[in-house]
């Protein structure tokens, strides 16, 4: 079992929280990536996880947020 840990992603469930370009750009800003996150990203590796290419990964937590948990020590 391993766990997909994303950041803020641009999904209708954050609408509210990037509803104007300031808004976006200063959540952006927080990522060292300086971007949101999309969902085609998280399901790149839920797809890659679902592979064989994935079958010695277990007991991970995998964060998908354009580097901000390592800014956290995370």
Sequence with gaps: ???IAPSLTDTPLAANLLSSD???ETSAKR???ERIGDATETAAL???L???NAGFI???VISVD???????GL
């Design 1 to 3: 079992v391993n766990c």
């Design 22 to 24: 300031e808004r976006r």
């Design 31 to 33: 990522h060292p990536l």
């Design 46 to 48: 839920v797809e890659f």
């Design 50 to 52: 679902l592979s064989g």
């Design 58 to 60: 277990t007991g991970q």
């Design 66 to 72: 354009g580097g901000l948990s390592s800014l956290r």
